[in-house]
């Protein structure tokens, strides 16, 4: 039984890849034990219900807002893991469930937390996430939005006009992660330079570096050092 009253058990966790070696490291003098190491790389399934303590509440009042019909266009699936509730939208819904999210006197997820990157290489078609962390001052609840989009069209409509405090947050996402939020006011990158190639938190992203000498000794900059994937 959790936290949250419930005892269900996810459907089957999704395999989306393989991740071998510590790190992934692979072929390079792996000397820490590891070097056979063989782990699926898993996303939660689909929760069935009860989803167990207030999240049953939350789902049926967003479906009583968008109506049974765009409740089912919208959410792709309910996801409970770790005792947290993630709703897993379409990306062209998401503004009009954030704003039931945050209207609905039932529901009045005032505060979003911010939005963060995720970059799943072999998740084929929605390599791409977008995670929003929403808190409902009101009722002292939390809950998760997650989107996913093609690294071939990394479009996620913004959520400003929503939640003005994900500014800079979707300007981070789209730093690092190369996310295009549709919508911004500015979306230019807020870390690195304008002109920089590349967005540093993908897992495609090169480690680079340049080699260091130390004690007459020279190491190699960390891509010829070990691989990683």
Not at 25 to 35: K, N
């Amino acid at each position: 039984m959790t936290e949250n009253g419930s005892d269900h058990q996810n459907e089957a966790p999704e395999v989306i890849g393989v991740r071998r070696g510590m790190f992934g490291a692979e072929g390079s003098g792996d000397t820490s034990g590891y070097g056979r190491l063989i782990r699926p790389v898993e996303l939660p399934g689909s929760s069935p219900r009860p989803y167990g303590g207030f999240f049953d509440d939350v789902v049926d009042k967003l479906a009583g807002v968008l109506g049974e019909d765009n409740y089912a266009e919208s959410i792709e699936r309910v996801v409970v893991y770790r005792d947290e509730l993630t709703l897993e939208v379409r990306r062209e819904h998401l503004p009009a469930v954030a704003q039931a999210l945050r209207d609905d006197q039932g529901l009045r997820f005032e505060l979003c937390l911010g939005v963060s990157g995720v970059h799943y290489p072999d998740d084929s078609g929605r390599e791409l996430h977008a995670v929003y962390p929403l808190m409902s001052i009101t009722h002292n609840r939390r809950i998760r939005v997650e989107v996913a989009t093609p690294d071939a069209d990394p479009h996620i409509p913004s959520l400003y006009s929503v939640y003005p405090t994900v500014d800079w947050h979707e300007r981070e996402t789209y730093d690092f992660f190369g996310i295009i939020f549709d919508g911004h006011p500015a979306l230019t990158r807020i870390e690195m330079p304008d002109d920089w190639v590349g967005h540093p938190q993908r897992k495609d992203y090169p480690l680079g570096g340049i080699p260091v000498e130390y004690h007459g000794a020279e190491i190699p900059p960390p891509d010829q050092r070990r691989a990683y994937n």
